[in-house]
């Protein structure tokens, strides 16, 4: 097999991902990944991370694999749940305190920051759009999260979405209850679904 047959291969394993650092350990140079790029084979989405070009088409899964830190959030976690049918204007993601997303924000991101002990709570892996795997708050989290009024979430949306989660059949009660009183928004959470149950 040649070398574009096995960085082919690799790609097929991770979701049309390849590392530097892979290419290596398979004894293959580095040059190869370059000339990919220069040929259209494969585009550089960050520093020694590379992709088939029709995965940057997948906004949502570029932007995770930019970024591995960041957890889409809000808006954009309801969208990809199907728990409201606007679109986002922008992506939102959620990082770690510390983390520097600034370049990310000059591009348009919407980026938010969750203290240390809450950053890791509620994530999910899902498929986006285009079926790839990508890193996304889960709809208990994320509907706790958007009754929070800094985030100025319309009313409608937040209505919308109680009223669809409300109707899944994969809902969690106690884990929204669990959100609802880690967030401060107890009174609000049940509010919404005493309206709708």
């Known amino acids: 097999m040649n070398n574009w047959g096995k960085i082919k291969g690799i790609m097929n394993l991770n979701d049309g991902i390849i590392t530097t650092k892979e290419i290596t350990k ?3 140079h580095r040059q190869v990944l370059y000339n990919a790029v220069k040929k259209g084979l494969l585009v550089r989405v960050s520093v020694g991370v590379y992709v088939s070009p029709n995965s940057m088409d997948d906004e949502y899964f570029s932007l995770q694999n930019r970024c591995p830190k960041g957890i889409f959030s809000l808006l954009s976690s309801l969208h ?3 728990l409201t049918d606007v679109i986002p204007e ?12 600034m370049h990310l924000r000059k591009e348009g991101v919407e980026c938010h920051v969750s203290n240390l ?3 890791p709570l509620g994530i999910d892996e899902i498929e986006s759009k285009c079926g790839r795997k990508i890193r996304c708050y889960n709809k208990e989290r994320t509907l706790c999260e958007i009754l929070n009024p800094k985030y100025q979430m319309d009313i409608r949306v937040i209505a919308d979405a109680f009223k669809a989660y409300s109707k899944s059949s994969d809902k969690n009660l106690n884990e929204l209850i669990k959100f609802a ?4 928004v107890e009174e609000r959470v049940r509010y919404y679904m005493e309206v709708l149950l």
């Not at 922008?90 to 770690?96: G, K, L, V, W």
């Open 26 to 28: 398979t004894g293959i």
């Open 80 to 82: 990809l749940y199907g």
């Open 90 to 101: 922008r992506i939102s993601m959620t990082f770690p305190q510390g983390y520097n997303y």
């Open 117 to 119: 002990d809450k950053y």
């Open 181 to 184: 009183k880690v967030f401060h």
